[in-house]
């Protein structure tokens, strides 16, 4: 009876084993495959890290500049509106209160 019940446990009991063997074999030979390549794998990683970041430069770059111009043309066409309702809010022939600029003064 006692050799059964050994007979019944070293199955479970040899595979736990096994697996603890096999994983202590994966880590050390995945520690050994990193000593040797480290160098390798941290130039990839430098070479990936610059490679996106000077891709995400580039498109915010670019972005920021299509963005400023739309601003400024909506400032642009602000202004003109702006002006074109002061001036035609002034009677003909009114003259704006000097601005403090040298062609105003005429």
């Known amino acids: 009876m006692a050799g059964s019940a050994a007979a019944a446990m070293s199955g479970p009991v040899g595979a736990v084993i096994g697996a603890g063997v096999g994983v202590g074999a994966d880590f050390v030979l995945s520690k050994g495959v990193e000593l040797v390549n480290r160098k390798a794998f941290e130039e990839d990683?430098?070479?990936a890290l610059r490679t996106a970041?000077?891709?995400?430069?580039?498109?915010?770059?670019a972005e920021l500049i299509r963005?400023?111009?739309?601003?400024?043309?909506?400032?642009?066409?602000?202004?003109?509106n702006a002006?074109?309702?002061?001036?035609?809010?002034?009677?003909a022939g009114a003259v704006m209160a000097d601005s403090g600029?040298?062609?105003?003064n005429r």
Request: charged letters at 20%; glycine letters at 0%; zero cysteines.
């Open 53 to 61: 970041q000077t891709e995400w430069h580039d498109q915010v770059v």
């Open 45 to 47: 990683v430098a070479v």
């Open 83 to 91: 002006v074109d309702l002061t001036s035609s809010a002034r009677p």
């Open 67 to 80: 963005v400023v111009d739309v601003w400024m043309d909506d400032a642009v066409q602000l202004l003109l």
């Open 101 to 104: 600029h040298p062609s105003s």
